[in-house]
């Protein structure tokens, strides 16, 4: 604890030459020695995350989600684990999460309290690609590392931000497992309707769709998007409907998936395939929607079942860190306080604390240039999967499954190998 107040009093200067408070930054022994004339333990106290969580407003479910996630990762570190090695002494980690209420405005200015107040050593986005972009540059500001577990937007990491790391997938790739399916069951299938909602993540899939559709040999016969907090999507859709597709593909979040859905069953809309961004891969798409939910597909970055365990990483000769599956899963159940099962917004947020640890072990220290580098280095696969990201901080070892609501249950459909349940391929038709 004397360390760190004695630390608090000072600041340091980045690789990229920006001043920090000095609460959250590591500093040479010899400079704090010089200060305080006094031997002191190279240790450090709690390692504290702090994160501005979308836990109300549009987002809050996958808020919900992430916060459970973390909770759970930070509680297996520190009570499995044992903590986080830092110069030979084993920290705790600990975890400050404001609601910052889906609002842009609110991510900027709790990332400030939470860096110059809180003093907190590194930083969670919140959910979506927009909110991430908006608190990008305030990280950027302190030079303070910025785990992306929820911003999937490739043009995040176009922007040239050093501190920002993701571990979700790219946008660009949530479709293009969807559209390998749809070539190898029915290599037939020509006409591909696109229509995302019009916001920074949907568009990157958009974009990311339509070169991976023309490079299958697919017809992109419609192409729109729509406002985000639509609460009428008759027109666009009846414009679909006239473009005869065999495959749909779009959506943005929940509220406005569940609603493409239950206006393309009032229509009698009926591809072969539906793959709905996000929103297919949240239980509550199924409770407010009920046999409309049947048949609908959707990317996902993790789902209960995939067999990613330590022994199978370990004999592939990867780094392996965290819990099992089933022991995720508990410890999410634990932290969210009731039986609610995780998604993939959990998994990742979760799997987000396993790399920060591993990066800060790898580069003994609390340092954000040393644990950036660190993260830069790394590979590792988890519950969640594969991690490693590129020079952008960019996730690139991560793959995603494609899920289908068969019968009100959520089955793995996508890849082969991971397999839960066979296609529904053509999709069941709507019920009146």
Not at 20 to 25: A, E, I, L, S, V
Not at 53 to 80: F, R
Not at 239 to 252: H, Q, R, T
Not at 378 to 404: E, N, P, R
Request: net charge neutral.
């Amino acid at each position: 604890m004397l360390l760190q107040n004695v630390a608090g009093e000072f600041k340091v200067t980045t690789l990229k030459q920006k001043e920090r408070t000095m609460g959250k930054k590591t500093v040479f022994m010899v400079a704090v020695l010089a200060v305080i004339g006094m031997m002191l333990p190279a240790a450090y106290a709690d390692i504290v995350i702090g994160h501005p969580a979308t836990l109300s407003g549009k987002y809050a479910k996958a808020g919900e989600q992430a916060v459970s996630g973390i909770k759970a990762a930070v509680d297996w570190v520190n009570n499995v684990r044992g903590g986080v090695m830092v110069k030979g002494k084993k920290e705790k980690l600990a975890y400050k999460v404001y609601d910052c209420e889906s609002k842009k405005e609110a991510v900027t200015s709790l990332l400030e309290r939470l860096i110059t107040t809180d003093k907190v050593n590194f930083l969670f986005a919140p959910y979506t690609s927009g909110l991430t972009l908006a608190g990008a540059p305030v990280a950027e500001k302190y030079g303070v590392v910025y785990m992306d577990h929820g911003g999937a937007s490739d043009n995040i990491f176009k922007q040239g931000f050093e501190y920002i790391v993701q571990t979700i997938g790219p946008g660009s790739k949530y479709h293009a497992g969807t559209l390998e399916m749809v070539r190898k069951i029915d290599p037939k299938a020509k006409r591909v309707a696109l229509a995302y909602e019009d916001d920074e993540f949907a568009r990157s899939v958009m974009a990311g769709t339509e070169e991976w559709a023309k490079k299958l040999g697919f017809d992109v016969v419609f192409k729109r998007t729509y406002p985000s907090g639509v609460t009428d999507l008759t027109p666009l859709l009846n414009d679909l409907k006239a473009s005869d597709p065999e495959i749909v593909l779009g959506g943005g979040h929940l509220p406005d998936g569940q609603l493409f859905v239950k206006q393309m069953a009032d229509l009698n809309i009926n591809p072969k395939l539906l793959s709905i961004l996000v929103a297919v891969t949240i239980p509550a798409f199924h409770e407010a929607l009920g046999d409309q939910a049947d048949g609908c597909t959707g990317p996902s970055h993790w789902e209960y079942g995939v067999t990613f365990n330590k022994k199978t990483a370990e004999a592939a000769g990867e780094t392996w860190i965290g819990p099992s599956q089933d022991e995720f899963v508990a410890l999410f159940k634990k932290a969210a306080g009731k039986d609610l099962q995780p998604d993939y917004h959990g998994a990742e947020a979760g799997a987000a604390v396993l790399a920060l640890v591993l990066a800060v072990e790898k580069a003994d220290s609390l340092d954000e240039d040393a644990v950036r580098k660190a993260l830069g280095d790394l590979t590792f696969t988890s519950f969640y999967g594969g991690w490693d990201i590129d020079a952008t901080g960019k996730q690139i070892g991560h793959s995603m499954v494609q899920v289908q609501w068969q019968n009100g249950k959520r089955v793995i459909i996508w890849p082969e190998a991971a397999q839960t349940g066979k296609p529904a391929y053509p999709k069941v038709k709507f019920k009146k």
